[in-house]
């Protein structure tokens, strides 16, 4: 079995972080969010993942390399995507490369505990020519749906205005090489008016079931997250800290109080500060006089120095000083500095950039 994995778009929803970094490439729990994907897939035996991104986009591999370091044998395949032609598409770009092997296909913002494998042991016992999972949703107005007659999927509604399922389709999905037929004989669709058809995943899946092919569905009774908001980052950044994160100390600690299981990367210092974990802070980070509370990830090479943060994501290098008021569910992207103006007259000052969102305290 392969893998493919999308990391394609243009995180609109996360601007402006998104205007300089691939949004898989964002952090949850200090990893980049489409690590999480790979190492499912790793977990499934899987040796050849390729990974579809933006044309011209060479961060991904910069970034993610050709596998090695998942694990002995992986490789990483990277395949560009000339234009946006729908979430689906990158199937038909991937299909020399997967040949007549089955595959996984997912999204590369896709968050899911409990990992794939039970999801992937009810697609073989199936003996499924699809499979996708589903979470039982009340926004279900927002995704795309399953209609299932017993274990079996009869059709998938992009976006629904009326009920016809609450079964939100995840954009995690396994095939067999019966998908590359779709391709030949399915119509891309533009269900926006945008003017531009694309193979959104209704198209594909209603192919599938209305020439006969077996399309089953397992739901996730966990959790699982499509991290397309900032609040979205922040939220799993929470939950993904409560389960996984250790207490684990490479760094240095000087007349500090610890609470919690709390990651400290090496060459770290902590000097007169209070932390209250779940935390995870990378390597070489300088706190001094500082809170940390819980749910709070700190990217390398940052700086906190008389502040207060909690629930909230330092992206990396990024310096945080001088604040009377605690820096709460926040995201503050790299090479960014958060500090507190003195001095008259009382007035913020701010240099924002373009699809930002700022909350001023009163």
Same mark, same amino acid.
């Given at each position: ?71 002995? /044998? ?30 996984? &296909? ?16 009810? &697609? ?73 058809? =694309? ?31 900032? =609040? ?66 700190? /990217? ?63």
């Amino acid at each position: 079995m392969k893998a493919l994995i999308l990391a394609g778009g243009r995180g609109t929803r996360l601007r402006p972080l998104t205007h300089t970094k691939n949004k898989h490439l964002l952090p949850i729990g200090n990893r980049p969010m489409i690590e999480r994907i790979i190492r499912d897939a790793v977990d499934l035996g899987i040796k050849e993942i390729i990974i579809n991104v933006n044309k011209g986009d060479t961060e991904i591999a910069e970034v993610l390399g050709d596998g090695k370091r998942f694990g002995k /044998g992986v490789k990483l395949f990277y395949i560009e995507q000339p234009e946006p032609n729908g979430m689906m598409y990158p199937i038909k770009l991937a299909q020399k490369l997967i040949g007549d092997d089955e595959f996984l &296909f997912s999204a590369g913002d896709n968050i899911l505990t409990g990992g794939l494998k039970p999801h992937y042991d009810d &697609f073989k016992k199936k003996k499924s020519d699809a499979h996708v999972l589903v979470v039982r949703r009340p926004d279900y107005q927002n995704f795309g749906v399953a209609v299932m007659e017993g274990d079996k999927i009869v059709n998938t509604v992009e976006k629904p205005t009326e009920y016809v399922s609450d079964l939100v389709l995840s954009a995690i999905y396994f095939f067999t090489p019966a998908v590359f037929k779709a391709f030949k004989y399915a119509k891309p669709i533009d269900p926006k008016g945008t003017g531009k058809p =694309e193979y959104y995943p209704p198209v594909i899946n209603n192919w599938l079931i209305e020439n006969g092919h077996t399309f089953t569905a397992s739901e996730v009774t966990g959790w699982w997250k499509d991290t397309g908001a900032p =609040e979205d980052i922040i939220l799993a950044n929470r939950l993904i800290l409560e389960r996984e994160c250790l207490d684990k100390c490479e760094g240095k600690v000087l007349d500090s109080k610890m609470e919690g299981s709390i990651e400290l990367g090496k060459g770290s210092v902590v000097k007169n500060s209070v932390l209250r974990g779940p935390i995870s802070i990378a390597e070489n980070v300088t706190i001094e006089n500082a809170y940390i509370g819980p749910f709070t990830s700190i /990217g390398t090479d940052s700086v906190v120095k008389n502040a207060q943060i909690e629930n909230s994501i330092l992206m990396g290098n990024c310096n945080i000083h001088d604040l009377d008021t605690i820096l709460d569910s926040s995201l503050v992207g790299w090479n960014a500095e958060v500090t507190q103006k003195n001095g008259y007259p009382k007035a913020d000052t701010m240099y924002i950039g373009d699809d930002s969102l700022v909350q001023l305290a009163k």
